[in-house]
């Protein structure tokens, strides 16, 4: 099949001979023929020679790299690209009966630029944030039940956020596949939790803090622990398992409050160590005259792109110096980015401001980042998204 050709500026091309999957607009010198967002591309350089295939989109990323070779991108390169992603995560021993939660593929990570698959038990929710895999979204569905297969029952597409709002594509969220009841809970590590895959922030659960949720779990032991932007009470009911003495779920969303609540009966009915706030974080700190021995911080993202990365790290910088005043001495602070935007170095140099600020003495124990299931690509840097600090504050 005949791909239009998009040809580069003079030495365009040197940033995918390093393999890095993304093309920006600048770089173009040539589309020769008409294209519509989410075609299928090849990518050629100044000397009209393949360099890639890809889809396009309209924006500053002008085409998200697939194939740095000439292949048929047919329903069978799909799957072989799913399989190896799903070979990945068994190789992982992610998926055992304590824990049918994990991320099928991570965009980026796993050479499917664009595309996010969750695992929730017997269900998948897919979320593009290209058209490109849009327009595929249904083969990937029957994709990924038969890879999964008899394991995965039903696929949810959840894109309504993630989808480019100029291609205006009146994007209906749905089961694209549904063949059994799901009571839209999950096992993560031996507890269960309720997935709001339908009202929920990204595909309703925040997996990529599997890992260290668990290592809070270690540092929970009889201490008072504040879980600020709780959202579904992820990091509340490790510390509950952990035997924290007091647990406190901080969020603005009301629905996520209710959802905490769910988690937490479900794991540890009639707990009275528990307590949650449906309140604005700032309103807490400001009001509230407890201090704790152990604080969570995991904002959503600051800056989601770097006109807003100064904003970002501002408000990085206020939220700790909050947390930084309420916290006890020998007491344990753990604080997150999300924002893909900032970088390790630039996370770190905002806590170190907070304190600073603040004039109390700060040990880093842990640089904590996202897990395994959602891998890294050397050659796209921007894939590593979530930085994580764990400091012992005298």
């Not at 697939?66 to 069978?76: A, E, L, Q």
């Not at 956020?161 to 839209?184: G, H, M, R, V």
Request: with cysteine; aromatic share 12%; net charge neutral.
């Amino acid at each position: 099949m005949n791909y239009t050709k998009i040809i580069l500026k003079p030495k365009k091309e040197e940033s995918i001979y390093r393999f890095h999957p993304w093309i920006f607009s600048g770089a173009i010198n040539k589309i020769e023929n008409d294209v519509a967002e989410g075609d299928i591309v090849e990518i050629y350089n100044f000397k009209n020679e393949f360099c890639a295939l890809g889809h396009y989109q309209i924006g500053s990323i002008a085409v998200r790299i697939f194939s740095f070779t000439k292949i048929n991108p047919d329903y069978n390169f799909w799957k072989s690209q799913i399989e190896k992603a799903y070979e990945l995560r068994k190789n992982l021993n992610l998926i055992t009966n304590s824990n049918n939660c994990y991320r099928l593929v991570h965009g980026e990570g796993d050479m499917l630029p664009g595309l996010i698959i969750d695992i929730y038990g017997n269900t998948a929710i897919i979320q593009a944030h290209s058209i490109g895999m849009h327009k595929i979204r249904e083969e990937i569905a029957n994709i990924v039940c038969e890879i999964l297969s008899p394991i995965i029952k039903n696929v949810y597409y959840k894109s309504n956020s993630t989808l480019p709002y100029k291609a205006n594509l009146q994007n209906k969220e749905e089961f694209l596949i549904k063949n059994s009841n799901s009571d839209n809970f999950t096992i993560e590590n031996g507890l269960n939790f309720k997935i709001d895959w339908l009202e929920g922030q990204k595909t309703g659960f925040f997996i990529d803090q599997r890992e260290n949720r668990k290592l809070l779990e270690q540092y929970s032991n009889n201490k008072t622990v504040l879980n600020m932007f709780c959202y579904t009470g992820g990091f509340s009911v490790y510390a509950l398992r952990g035997n924290a003495k007091l647990v406190h779920s901080v969020d603005s969303s009301k629905r996520a409050i209710e959802l905490t609540t769910e988690n937490i009966q479900s794991n540890f009915p009639n707990n009275t160590n528990h307590q949650e706030f449906a309140i604005d974080t700032s309103d807490f700190f400001k009001n509230s005259t407890e201090k704790y021995d152990v604080i969570i911080l995991d904002p959503p993202a600051f800056a989601k792109h770097k006109n807003a990365l100064h904003n970002a790290l501002q408000g990085y910088k206020n939220l700790n110096v909050k947390a930084l005043e309420k916290i006890n001495s020998g007491g344990i602070l753990f604080t997150f980015s999300c924002s893909q935007t900032v970088s390790q170095e630039q996370f770190r140099l905002a806590v170190f401001s907070a304190a600073t600020i603040s004039k109390r003495n700060v040990k880093i124990l842990h640089q904590l980042t996202q897990p395994a299931d959602h891998p890294i690509n050397i050659y796209h840097p921007e894939s590593e998204y979530l930085k994580g600090l764990v400091a012992w504050v005298e």
